[in-house]
């Protein structure tokens, strides 16, 4: 008998581990500190009374044994309809994912070989390279403007020979930047998948997250294009706790991306779809889903209010149209890696920019601030927490 471990697997072994976003050694929450780091949903801004009716509604319902029972790895079909009725395609396009991550996953194993070439946006949401783990391939950043993933730059160097197989972007509310890919930019990327023969893939979990007097891009361009993998989650909406998302992708990929799902974790809960299905049959949802986006969009209001008056010229930062984030760069020629451990010494911590370079040590200065959880008391303060520790650092106090 040997007490020694068994022996991991290459891919077991070669995975990295986690640095910077998401490396929970780097953050020190103690007692009365405020998490600006976050990409929860305030909970206070969920549809609770939605979710308490429909679980009711299942669990009384004569339908509710067989959700007991193992059910159809592309989702149930009642579920499927309803999502597809929403996205505006047929509902064999849809297949219902644990998750956003999980989408993700499977539109990337879906997709990708090892040695392949893929471009992310850049900054780019780092959990998504993670995934990239999986696979084994190389990474082309290219940068994230004021109307999405530069489609300009991304042309020049397809001319010049770059041969991606896929390409990976956050369309709406981009995580961390908040921007949104305008329509023409989405158009254009879709004709240029069209036209070099790569795949996008289109995580798009903050687009109902949209702001007073904001209009979002309806995606047609992704939605009849054929080269688009669309990945979405109701995390944003409904929670992350529910784990449960979809993919849209073309329906002659349908079938072979459920036999890839059969041999990975097989199916998503019946029961939570069924109540999911319901909470989108309820009428009171969208009016839910408005009401918490105006409660976000007063948040952001705090939080860019407070910045602007602790920080004044020293401080960049676009109003957030909608999603969770506002980022901000803070001028100057700070040691930031200090800035960010004295911050936490006061009280507060949040994501460093950094830690969304897609290649490099890129958005030095930068850091996203999550406004979505934390109460607006508390958004000021941590503001305040922030600024004092600059102040001291900068030489300014």
Same mark, same amino acid.
Request: glycine share 10%.
């Given at each position: 008998?040997?007490?020694?471990?068994?022996?991991?697997?290459? @891919?077991?072994?070669?995975?990295?581990?986690?640095?910077?976003?998401?490396?929970?050694? @780097?953050?020190?929450?103690?007692?009365?500190?405020?998490?600006?780091?976050?990409?929860?949903?305030?909970?206070?801004?969920?549809?609770?009374?939605?979710?308490?009716?429909?679980?009711?509604?299942?669990?009384?319902? &004569?339908?509710?044994?067989?959700? +007991?029972?193992?059910?159809?790895?592309?989702? +149930?079909?009642?579920?499927?309809?309803?999502?597809? *009725?929403?996205?505006?395609?047929?509902?064999?396009?849809?297949?219902?994912?644990?998750?956003?991550?999980?989408?993700? &996953? #499977?539109?990337?194993?879906?997709?990708?070989?090892?040695?392949?070439?893929?471009?992310?946006? %850049?900054?780019?949401?780092p959990l998504f390279l993670r995934v990239l783990d999986l696979i084994g391939v190389e990474v082309a950043p290219v940068a994230v403007g004021p109307d999405g993933i530069d489609v300009?730059?991304?042309?020049?160097?397809?001319?010049?020979?770059?041969?991606?197989?896929?390409?990976?972007?956050?369309?709406?509310?981009?995580?961390?930047?908040?921007?949104? #890919?305008?329509?023409?930019?989405?158009?254009?990327?879709?004709?240029?998948?069209?036209?070099?023969?790569?795949?996008?893939?289109?995580?798009?979990?903050?687009?109902?997250?949209?702001?007073?007097?904001?209009? !979002?891009?309806?995606?047609?361009? =992704?939605?009849?294009?054929?080269?688009?993998?669309?990945?979405?989650?109701?995390?944003?909406? +409904?929670?992350?706790?529910?784990? +449960?998302?979809?993919?849209?992708? *073309?329906?002659?990929?349908?079938?072979?991306?459920?036999?890839?799902?059969?041999?990975?974790?097989?199916?998503?809960?019946?029961? @939570? $779809?069924?109540? !999911?299905?319901?909470?989108?049959?309820?009428?009171?949802?969208? *009016?839910?889903?408005? *009401?918490?986006?105006?409660?976000?969009?007063?948040?952001?209001?705090?939080?860019?209010?407070?910045?602007?008056?602790?920080?004044? %010229?020293?401080?960049?930062?676009?109003?957030?149209?909608?999603? =969770?984030?506002?980022?901000?760069?803070?001028?100057? %020629?700070?040691?930031?890696?200090?800035?960010?451990?004295?911050?936490?010494?006061?009280?507060?911590?949040? $994501?460093?920019?950094?830690?969304?370079?897609?290649?490099?040590?890129?958005?030095?200065?930068?850091?996203?601030?999550?406004?979505?959880?934390v109460s607006e008391q508390d958004l000021s303060e941590g503001v305040s927490r922030l600024a004092r520790a600059w102040r001291e650092l900068a030489g300014r106090g």
């Amino acid at each position: 008998m040997t007490d020694s471990a068994p022996t991991p697997s290459a @891919l077991l072994a070669g995975l990295p581990a986690r640095q910077g976003f998401g490396d929970a050694t @780097l953050i020190r929450l103690a007692p009365g500190s405020i998490d600006l780091g976050g990409g929860n949903p305030a909970t206070e801004l969920l549809p609770l009374d939605i979710y308490r009716d429909a679980f009711r509604a299942v669990t009384e319902s &004569a339908s509710f044994g067989p959700l +007991l029972k193992y059910t159809p790895a592309p989702g +149930l079909p009642q579920l499927r309809a309803a999502i597809a *009725a929403r996205e505006g395609v047929s509902a064999d396009r849809i297949l219902v994912t644990n998750g956003g991550a999980h989408g993700l &996953a #499977l539109a990337v194993l879906s997709t990708l070989d090892p040695g392949d070439l893929i471009v992310v946006d %850049d900054p780019v949401y780092p959990l998504f390279l993670r995934v990239l783990d999986l696979i084994g391939v190389e990474v082309a950043p290219v940068a994230v403007g004021p109307d999405g993933i530069d489609v300009d730059e991304l042309e020049r160097r397809l001319r010049a020979g770059l041969r991606p197989k896929a390409l990976f972007t956050v369309p709406t509310f981009q995580n961390p930047s908040g921007v949104t #890919l305008s329509a023409e930019k989405e158009a254009a990327l879709v004709g240029l998948a069209e036209t070099y023969g790569f795949t996008i893939i289109a995580d798009d979990p903050y687009r109902a997250i949209a702001f007073p007097g904001v209009t !979002v891009p309806d995606r047609r361009a =992704f939605r009849e294009s054929d080269r688009v993998i669309a990945v979405n989650t109701f995390s944003k909406t +409904l929670g992350p706790g529910l784990r +449960l998302g979809w993919i849209v992708a *073309a329906a002659a990929l349908s079938e072979p991306v459920t036999r890839l799902r059969n041999r990975l974790d097989g199916q998503t809960s019946g029961i @939570l $779809q069924a109540v !999911v299905e319901r909470m989108l049959g309820d009428e009171r949802l969208d *009016a839910s889903i408005t *009401a918490a986006s105006t409660g976000y969009a007063r948040k952001a209001q705090v939080l860019i209010a407070a910045l602007r008056t602790e920080f004044g %010229d020293a401080v960049e930062v676009a109003e957030p149209q909608g999603g =969770f984030f506002a980022w901000a760069r803070v001028r100057g %020629d700070l040691d930031f890696a200090q800035l960010f451990e004295a911050a936490q010494d006061r009280g507060v911590t949040y $994501q460093r920019g950094e830690w969304f370079a897609a290649a490099g040590e890129g958005f030095r200065g930068f850091a996203r601030l999550s406004f979505s959880e934390v109460s607006e008391q508390d958004l000021s303060e941590g503001v305040s927490r922030l600024a004092r520790a600059w102040r001291e650092l900068a030489g300014r106090g």
